[in-house]
Every structure is written in structure tokens, then in C-alpha cells.
């Protein structure tokens, strides 16, 4: 395709973190300075996850409030809209949004709003992912999951865990996970983006429906045969991943690995602002470094609405659009 070709494509994107992704404008507009780029964004010499993660202070100011997050969710499909992203799973952490002014259900509900406003008047239709934080007890972390269960189908289409996967493995939170499955919430799991492919394993034994980054499982039949037995997709975010050296190079990034494997593979961005990425970014850096063809970027997409935690009459709307697109090819 060429880039006016990747442009035009209706993209579906499953795994993008709110905070990581505010526009520039609206970061200056709620902390009423100005912000150079650098505080905001990595450089391509990223050293490590840990200096990624320092992007994130500034983002993390402006969703306080209920103002703040309804400014959020509308000023994320604003961006998304500009590129023809037609659905998106927004992922936060509702936690790291409360105050004692502002409880859980408070802060889901500030985003929602802020999220409908933007599908009114972008189009771009939506559905999010609350994250529970790998450094947070599991009691607070079902509380917040619980809540947000109030809200599925209504906005909130699954949970996630996030946060320091090294420092807290998998396997601390089975119990957490089970308790999920009991109230009929889905969820996709961050696994594999360290070196612990155990992970992985244990994020499908929980039942998660689709695996964060998997970067872990490359060269992993095993897993690799387990994931594909579950039918799980398998969210990649290739710049992101690259910059926080979850993947030393570019060639040992195993997206043509998992794709010729058969896996439920998807291309996401993971942060637009922290990685000054966008789907048409990632999509043209997948056909330059890894040779992906034209069928293959429609099999992406293909792969992001079979794995969307949309209902049928959502994914029936994203499968019509990708038809319209492939006749005009």
C-alpha cells in the first residue's frame, strides 16, 4: 500500500494507554504552560522501560478531575479520528485517577463522557479497558474492577493488569483473575513485554482473551501452540516495543515470527505521544522493516476485529468498513 493507501485505511486499535497518548495542545491547555517535546516524548536513543516511564509525570497531572478526564477521552478520538482509526479500546488506570473529591465510579464515568462526546463528533466509536496496577493489592485492585463491571457494556469492555511486570509476576495475581471471571468481565493481561515468558503461560491458564506485547514467547513453540490454541490475540505495539529495548533490535522483533505462526496477531500503538507514534506510523514501519503485504495489513485488521472485545453489532459496522476499503483498493 502506499502511505495515502495506509492512510485511508479504516484501523482498528486495541492497545492504547490513555495517559500516553494526550495530545500536546491539551497537556499545555490543562497545566496552562508551555511543554517542549522532550518532556513529553522519548528520543530514538531510549535506553530502557524505566526512562520511557518518566514520560508519563506530565500526562498524569491532567486527568485529576473530572474535567480533566472528560478533556482526555475526547481529545484522544480527536487524534485517532485525524488518521481514520473507526473503533478504538482505550486503557487506563481508574486508581491512579482518584481523589478523595473523586471515587472510581466518578472517574470511569468523567471518561466515558468525554469519550461519547468525541464518537458524536469524530465518529470514531469506542470501548475502554480499565487497568489494574501490578503494584496495587488485590483487594483495591477487584474494588476498581468490580465498579468498573457496573459500567460493562455501557463503555467499559474489559479490564487489563499493567505496571511493573518484572518486579510482580504473573503469577501474584491468579486469585485476582479468577474473582474477575466470576463477574463475566473479559480481560487482556501485559505479559511477555520483560524477558518471563512463564507470563504468558499463566495469563492464558487465567483466562485472558488476548496477551499485551508477548514479546517473551519468540522462538517458543510451546507457547506460541498454547496461544494459539486459546485464540488469543496477540497485541504487538512494534515502535513502542523497540523503545523500551523489550526487543533488543529490530530484527529479533518477532511480529513476522507470530504472523507466520498462525497467531491472532494485531498492530497497536501502545503510547501515541510517549512513542510519537500513530496506526499509520506503525502500519508503514511493519511494510519497511518486516515486508508486510498488503493482504497481511488487512489480515492485521482482520485479526484486531476478530479479537475486539466489541459486540457483534460493532464488529459487524469495523468488518463493512474494511470491505468498502478492500473493493476501492
Same mark, same amino acid.
Given at each position: 500500500?502506499?502511505?495515502?493507501?495506509?492512510?485511508?485505511?479504516?484501523?482498528?486499535?486495541?492497545?492504547?494507554?490513555?495517559?500516553?497518548?494526550?495530545?500536546?495542545?491539551?497537556?499545555?491547555?490543562?497545566?496552562?504552560?508551555?511543554?517542549?517535546?522532550?518532556?513529553?516524548?522519548?528520543?530514538?536513543?531510549?535506553?530502557?522501560?524505566?526512562?520511557?516511564?518518566?514520560?508519563?509525570?506530565?500526562?498524569?497531572? +491532567?486527568?485529576?478531575?473530572?474535567?480533566?478526564?472528560?478533556?482526555?477521552?475526547?481529545?484522544?478520538?480527536?487524534?485517532?479520528?485525524?488518521?481514520?482509526?473507526?473503533?478504538?479500546?482505550?486503557?487506563?488506570?481508574?486508581?491512579?485517577?482518584?481523589?478523595?473529591?473523586?471515587?472510581?465510579?466518578?472517574?470511569?464515568?468523567?471518561?466515558?463522557?468525554?469519550?461519547?462526546?468525541?464518537?458524536?463528533?469524530?465518529?470514531?466509536?469506542?470501548?475502554?479497558?480499565?487497568?489494574?496496577?501490578?503494584?496495587?493489592?488485590?483487594?483495591?485492585?477487584?474494588?476498581?474492577?468490580?465498579?468498573?463491571?457496573?459500567?460493562?457494556?455501557?463503555?467499559?469492555?474489559?479490564?487489563?493488569?499493567?505496571?511493573?511486570?518484572?518486579?510482580?509476576?504473573?503469577?501474584?495475581?491468579?486469585?485476582?483473575?479468577?474473582?474477575?471471571?466470576?463477574?463475566?468481565?473479559?480481560?487482556?493481561?501485559?505479559?511477555?513485554?520483560?524477558?518471563?515468558?512463564?507470563?504468558?503461560?499463566?495469563?492464558?491458564?487465567?483466562?485472558?482473551?488476548?496477551?499485551?506485547?508477548?514479546?517473551?514467547?519468540?522462538?517458543?513453540?510451546?507457547?506460541?501452540?498454547?496461544?494459539?490454541?486459546?485464540?488469543?490475540?496477540?497485541?504487538?505495539?512494534?515502535?513502542?516495543?523497540?523503545?523500551?529495548?523489550?526487543?533488543?533490535?529490530?530484527?529479533?522483533?518477532?511480529?513476522?515470527?507470530?504472523?507466520?505462526?498462525?497467531?491472532?496477531?494485531?498492530?497497536?500503538?501502545?503510547?501515541?505521544?510517549?512513542?510519537?507514534?500513530?496506526?499509520?506510523?506503525?502500519?508503514?514501519?511493519?511494510?519497511?522493516?518486516?515486508?508486510? +503485504?498488503?493482504?497481511?495489513?488487512?489480515?492485521?485488521?482482520?485479526?484486531?476485529?476478530?479479537?475486539?472485545?466489541?459486540?457483534?453489532?460493532?464488529?459487524?459496522?469495523?468488518?463493512?468498513?474494511?470491505?468498502?476499503?478492500?473493493?476501492?483498493?
Amino acid at each position: 500500500m502506499t502511505i495515502e493507501q495506509i492512510q485511508k485505511l479504516p484501523k482498528i486499535e486495541l492497545h492504547c494507554h490513555l495517559d500516553g497518548s494526550l495530545s500536546k495542545k491539551f497537556i499545555q491547555k490543562r497545566l496552562g504552560r508551555t511543554v517542549a517535546d522532550e518532556e513529553l516524548c522519548v528520543s530514538d536513543d531510549c535506553t530502557s522501560l524505566a526512562e520511557y516511564l518518566e514520560k508519563f509525570e506530565l500526562p498524569a497531572e +491532567c486527568i485529576r478531575d473530572e474535567e480533566g478526564l472528560e478533556g482526555a477521552g475526547y481529545d484522544v478520538l480527536e487524534t485517532m479520528a485525524r488518521e481514520q482509526v473507526c473503533y478504538a479500546e482505550i486503557r487506563f488506570a481508574p486508581l491512579l485517577s482518584v481523589t478523595q473529591q473523586m471515587g472510581t465510579e466518578q472517574v470511569i464515568a468523567a471518561l466515558l463522557k468525554g469519550l461519547e462526546r468525541g464518537r458524536k463528533d469524530f465518529g470514531v466509536e469506542y470501548n475502554v479497558i480499565v487497568c489494574a496496577m501490578r503494584h496495587h493489592s488485590t483487594e483495591d485492585n477487584f474494588e476498581m474492577i468490580k465498579t468498573a463491571s457496573r459500567f460493562l457494556g455501557a463503555g467499559v469492555c474489559a479490564a487489563d493488569l499493567a505496571g511493573a511486570e518484572a518486579q510482580y509476576p504473573m503469577h501474584q495475581f491468579m486469585e485476582l483473575f479468577e474473582k474477575v471471571k466470576k463477574l463475566g468481565m473479559p480481560f487482556t493481561i501485559h505479559a511477555g513485554e520483560c524477558q518471563n515468558a512463564v507470563n504468558i503461560t499463566d495469563a492464558l491458564k487465567a483466562g485472558a482473551a488476548r496477551i499485551g506485547h508477548g514479546i517473551a514467547m519468540r522462538a517458543n513453540q510451546q507457547i506460541q501452540n498454547m496461544a494459539a490454541d486459546a485464540k488469543a490475540g496477540i497485541e504487538m505495539c512494534p515502535i513502542s516495543n523497540l523503545q523500551t529495548k523489550a526487543s533488543e533490535c529490530a530484527a529479533q522483533y518477532p511480529l513476522r515470527e507470530f504472523l507466520d505462526a498462525g497467531l491472532l496477531v494485531t498492530v497497536n500503538t501502545d503510547n501515541r505521544t510517549v512513542s510519537n507514534t500513530s496506526m499509520t506510523k506503525e502500519l508503514e514501519f511493519i511494510q519497511k522493516t518486516y515486508g508486510i +503485504c498488503d493482504e497481511e495489513i488487512m489480515l492485521l485488521m482482520d485479526h484486531a476485529v476478530q479479537a475486539a472485545f466489541a459486540d457483534d453489532a460493532g464488529k459487524a459496522r469495523m468488518r463493512q468498513k474494511l470491505e468498502d476499503f478492500r473493493r476501492n483498493l
